[in-house]
């Protein structure tokens, strides 16, 4: 069975310019969660998802940053503009349902701003 | 608000030894799920094992095991016949009760297995 797939795996881009990463739940899940982790902080939960609708985005950072779920498949992390400090990993998981306790763990994207 | 705590920065085990890694929590809930993360090199988060705090009886997957301590708010995890391929860095995880899949992490512990 395929995992929950994330692209890009390396991301390197200029301060100032928009940076969209993208995630694929595995098929089934119900429930996205977006997370980042960086030496600093660890690993912290921006966003998270039921059934394509936010439910909680209290620990994105600052406007700069949105995901948005369009369907069941598929989801998107935007950071516009994007900014030194926003260097890090971002992983996406995903879990059959709010009411289920596992969550299942993307690759990653490292990304990397100038 | 929900803090995990690992205590041990770094940790290294000879091969085919055992080894503890430290996990405690602080909560108010009395229902919730603790979890145990690895993350190699390659940076995949890995579920490790899992435990439901009203289940007294401490959870095992093959040569990982818990010491679930829910007084002292104590989450260990053991591995036991260390192996090479078990370095990596271990994250202790707490999940409020169904519902809420707000999970908190620790800072982990990086475990180096020698050979």
């Known amino acids: 069975d395929a995992g929950v797939i994330q692209s890009p795996r390396h991301e390197v881009t200029e301060m100032g310019q928009e940076v969209t990463l993208r995630c694929k739940p595995i098929?089934?899940?119900?429930?996205l969660f977006w997370y980042r982790q960086t030496m600093m902080r660890g690993l912290e939960l921006l966003i998270y998802?039921?059934?394509?609708?936010?439910?909680?985005d209290s620990g994105m950072p600052e406007d700069r940053f949105s995901a948005k779920m369009p369907n069941a498949s598929f989801s998107t992390l935007k950071i516009q503009p994007s900014e030194p400090r926003d260097s890090a990993v971002y992983f996406c998981?995903?879990?059959?349902?709010?009411?289920?306790?596992?969550?299942?763990f993307g690759p990653g994207t490292r990304l990397t701003v100038l | 608000a929900q803090t995990v705590t690992q205590s041990q920065p770094e940790m290294s085990v000879q091969e085919a030894e055992t080894v503890t890694l430290s996990c405690t929590y602080d909560?108010?809930?009395?229902?919730?799920?603790l979890f145990w993360y690895k993350q190699p090199p390659s940076r995949q988060m890995i579920l490790v094992i899992r435990?439901?705090?009203?289940?007294?009886q401490n959870a095992t997957e093959n040569r990982f095991s818990v010491n679930f301590q829910k007084a002292a708010k104590s989450f260990s995890l053991k591995i036991s016949d260390s192996q090479l391929g078990d370095t990596a860095m271990y994250f202790c995880?707490?999940?409020?009760?169904?519902?809420?899949?707000?999970?908190?992490f620790g800072a982990g512990t990086r475990l180096t297995v020698k050979p």
């Open positions: 998802f039921n059934n394509n609708v936010p439910i909680d």
């Open positions: 435990q439901e705090a009203y289940k007294q």
């Open positions: 995880a707490f999940m409020k009760p169904r519902g809420n899949n707000d999970m908190r």
């Open positions: 909560t108010s809930e009395s229902n919730y799920y």
């Open positions: 098929s089934g899940h119900n429930s």
């Open positions: 998981a995903s879990s059959l349902s709010l009411s289920t306790d596992t969550q299942y």
